[in-house]
């Protein structure tokens, strides 16, 4: 009996024996399962309720009535301020995004240059992001004040007159689309990983071949980047289109509106005029939008992002 | 022959123009340069913003949350309290507390928590989760959209069984009514904590540089915005370096009263559902803070100051006159006795009416309060005279009870030298006069706020739009309240 359970017991543990692969998934699953126990947990059900919430008039405090799609009728036909609040999210994420990029992927590039203190250099623009969107905003707020701050200083000094940035119905966004720059190290830092995957082979053929350092970029440099400006970009579109700290912080929506956003008019529904079922409706609106132009972006990846080694269709 | 610049040099420009913005930022403190106050004065600063809730200056956001303060009786009954107001007003509250415990002796410990940031949304959440405090304190304006939910404590009923006509005479009439809101089913939704009124605040100094007599009792409007121009200094390139009046007129819970006393209304007396704001009395209203602060460039704009509190930029001079609340004890460590100011009624209206805001500062019982008689007895002691007497001497902030009222201004002289001149019996005739009051209601006060403070930002902070165009922003809050704004 026990010779029997002995030749039997190592047959058994080969039964279980994993691939590599399968080795693979799970460590790939448990390194991400506490994000998964953290979005199950704590944010899934949230999420479902707001959904759920969104077809009823409730105040989560007294009132929770079933009106279908109501709340999404008001918003398309009655709601003043929701056609001005797309049109701000718009304008800051369509303009902020492709500066952004722009902006991180230059000072990345020069970054990956051989430097003395580049470390030092480094660190210093990667600094700012870690600073928080609340104190960004209210240093921001006094650089830009225009009797007295930096920019009045600057614009006097070119003999101009400073614009009235956050008090002004026309500067106030630009100025806001201004301060999301201030956060440009995360996808400075992002770009330069990319860049120093870029193998040296594929640069060092190019320059034998005679290319100049414009060729270099737009010819090796540039496509080999596309995954990174993609994942970038989507991760951006989707920040931008739920800025909501410094429009918060700043200016509160003005002036006359100016900036309000779709996330500071959830805001507002919800814990200033007791409508969440109406504000969960928004935000779902919202969740549309986004999930279009991020649809857009991955469909047109096909047609702009290499991967290396990658086969085009 | 040229230079290039280097990739370093680039590099080391790109961080040199950040760390200047920084530094540029940190270092500005004000448009004279000069220091701000201390403590807890400073208004949430918010470009732009028309709507602060509190007639009072509150404490800026910090990253720190102030700590929680608590007091043992021998009860078994916990209480908790958010108090919404500064370490020296809590500190002074707990040290009345044996005395409560006395009175309530079935109280074992009473938790004091500071407001944290954004309260009145956590509060809202406190009460969705069943976690709100049992007494919390509050104004008048954020209370319609509790009450109408049913979670505030009508204590009318405990107000009948404990407090004497006696008791009564000793609040002041108009804060004692307006603690009942008529179209809510009169229910009153609090007690008094303090008191807070709106007076014109006067830099002699500047008064007598400028050679402008200073204010009396009896002034006009013509009169302060005379004053006002007189007192307004301009730079050899135009620039105004000392405004002769600040009055917030873009702030949500300041902009109604003028209209009263021209006259007007902002909202119809006999149906508020109705905005009145468009009548040519309140137009006039209007037009007279427009043109004091565009026309006549007298009058501050949010943007000079960052819409913080007066009470910050008044030391510095960029403000000879102010219209704003009353805090003697943080004038007094703003100032630091560093120049002669005083307070004076506000003026009369061109109708000979005066009006401001008088606050209803007070405190409220969560509806779902396990310890409903103790949290009463928790907000009778806050509106009774040994507490409110405590407070005038660690705050000098003004009580709510005439038999208070009559030592206070002794009290705040004696606390504070430097207020002898400050002629704090203003706030002893206003509760005479009985002026002070809170504003006109709508019937969804939220559903007209969305749209007024926009219309108030659009005219008085952008500025370049008549006053003309509230017509057209009283229609729009009339089809709102008609109709059920979201």
Sequence with gaps: MSTTQKVEAPAARRGRHLSQRQVEGLLGLLFVSPYIVHFVVLQAGTILYSLFLSFFESDMLTTMKFIGLDNYRYLFENEPLFLQTLKVTAIYTFVAVPVATILSMSIAVLLNQNLRYQGIFRTLYYMPAVVSGVAVALVWMWVLQPDYGLSAVIFNALGMQSPRWFWSEQWALPGLIMISLWGTGTNMLLYLAGLQAIPTQLLEAARIDGANAIRVFLNITLPMLTPTIFFNVILNIIGSFQVFVPAYIITQGGPNNATLTMVLLVYQKAFQNFHFGYASSIAWVLFIVILFFSLLVFHSSDRWVYYEGGVRR | ?486
């Design chain 2, 1 to 486: 022959m040229t230079r290039n610049l280097s990739r370093r040099a680039l590099m080391a420009l790109g961080v040199a123009g950040a760390g200047s913005v920084l530094l540029a930022a940190c270092s500005s403190s004000g448009s004279s340069g000069s220091s701000s106050s201390s403590g807890q004065s400073a208004a949430k600063p918010t470009a732009a913003s028309a709507s602060s809730g509190a007639a009072q200056p509150t404490a800026a956001p910090t990253a720190t949350p102030r700590a929680s303060l608590s007091a043992q009786g021998k009860g078994n009954v916990d209480l908790f309290w958010q108090v919404s107001q500064s370490d020296a007003w809590m500190k002074a509250s707990v040290s009345t507390m044996p005395a409560f415990f006395t009175n309530a002796p079935s109280v074992g410990n009473v938790t004091l928590q500071p407001t944290p940031g954004d309260w009145e949304n956590k509060l809202v959440a406190s009460m969705v989760a069943g976690t709100a405090p049992d007494v919390f304190d509050m104004w008048g304006d954020i209370m319609p959209p509790f009450v109408e939910r049913g979670q505030v404590e009508d204590v009318q009923s405990y107000v009948n069984r404990d407090y004497k006509a006696a008791d009564l005479a000793d609040f002041y009439d108009w804060q004692w009514h307006d603690f009942v809101m008529p179209w809510l089913n009169n229910i009153r939704f609090g007690m008094p904590r303090y008191v807070n009124i709106m007076f014109t605040w006067y830099r002699k100094d500047l008064f007598d540089a400028a050679g402008v007599k200073y204010p009396t009792t009896d002034w006009t409007h013509d009169d302060y915005a005379s004053a006002a121009i007189k007192l307004t200094k301009k730079d050899s390139s135009g620039r105004v370096t000392q405004y002769g009046l600040g009055y917030p007129v873009w702030s949500w819970d300041r902009y109604w009263y003028k209209p009263t006393i021209w006259g007007g209304h902002t909202v119809d007396p006999q149906d508020n559902t109705k905005a009145a704001f468009d009548s040519e009395q309140s137009l006039a209203a209007f037009e007279w803070s427009r043109k004091l602060m565009w026309d006549d460039k007298a009058m501050i704009n949010p943007l000079t100051i960052q819409n913080e509190s007066f009470l910050l930029h008044f030391p510095t001079g960029i403000l000879a006159m102010a219209e704003d609340g009353i805090y003697p004890f943080e004038m007094d460590d703003a100032i630091q006795g560093k120049f002669e100011w005083a307070y004076q009624h506000t003026p009369k209206g061109p109708t000979g009416q005066r009006k401001v805001l008088g606050t209803t500062d007070g405190t409220a019982m969560w509806k779902g309060s396990k310890h409903k008689d103790e949290a009463w007895e928790l907000q009778k002691w806050v509106a009774g005279p040994e507490y409110q007497l405590a407070i005038v001497k660690a705050t000098g902030r003004v009580p709510v009870r005439h038999s208070v009222l009559n030592q206070w201004a002794d009290i705040a002289a004696q606390t504070r030298p430097n207020l002898k001149n400050a002629n704090l019996k203003v706030a002893i005739e206003a509760m005479q006069m009985g002026y002070p009051g809170a504003r006109e209601f709508y019937k969804d006060n939220n559903a007209a706020q969305e749209i007024i403070v926009p219309a108030l930002q659009k005219v008085f902070v952008s500025g370049g739009t008549p006053v003309s165009y509230f017509k057209q922003v009283a229609q729009q809050v009339t089809q709102a309240e008609k109709n059920g704004a979201r």
